[in-house]
Nanobody
Framework: QVLLVESGGGLVQAGGSLRLSCAASGRTISRYGMGWFRQAPGKEREFVAA????????EYADSAQGRFTISRDNAKDTVYLQMNSLKPEDTAVYYCAAAQADSDRHYYTEMYEYDYWGQGTQVTVSS
């Protein structure tokens, strides 16, 4: 069992920044691919960013590319999402997820690939 707890969400103005954290307990995350997803009201949950177990490979949704950065600190069992230049359309509940990986080089972009999910943290960006 891996318990994931997100933190760092809140209300910010457009153009501002937030840093989300995802703290894991129960197991080390060093063998898990990690990802961030988000879901806005009335919309499907969508992929935001993913990182391979070693941190050597990352992938971003087009909407996040150039503005968001995913990183991990396996020694602290924590994953981060640095969000810069935030836009109102970034408003959503952001979810952290962990996927049991078969390679240190792999990342995962689909919801069904993930085994554990956090409870989500609200990000609201005002114009």
């Amino acid at each position: 069992q891996v318990l994931l707890v997100e933190s760092g969400g809140g209300l910010v103005q457009a153009g501002g920044s937030l840093r989300l954290s995802c703290a894991a307990s129960g197991r080390t995350i060093s063998r898990y691919g990690m990802g961030w997803f988000r879901q806005a009201p009335g919309k499907e949950r969508e992929f935001v960013a993913a990182i391979s177990p070693s941190g050597g490979s990352t992938e971003y949704a087009d909407s996040a590319q150039g503005r968001f950065t995913i990183s991990r600190d396996n020694a602290k069992d924590t994953v981060y999402l640095q969000m810069n230049s935030l836009k109102p359309e970034d408003t959503a509940v952001y979810y952290c997820a962990a996927a049991q990986a078969d390679s240190d080089r792999h990342y995962y972009t689909e919801m069904y690939e993930y085994d554990y999910w956090g409870q989500g943290t609200q990000v609201t960006v005002s114009s």
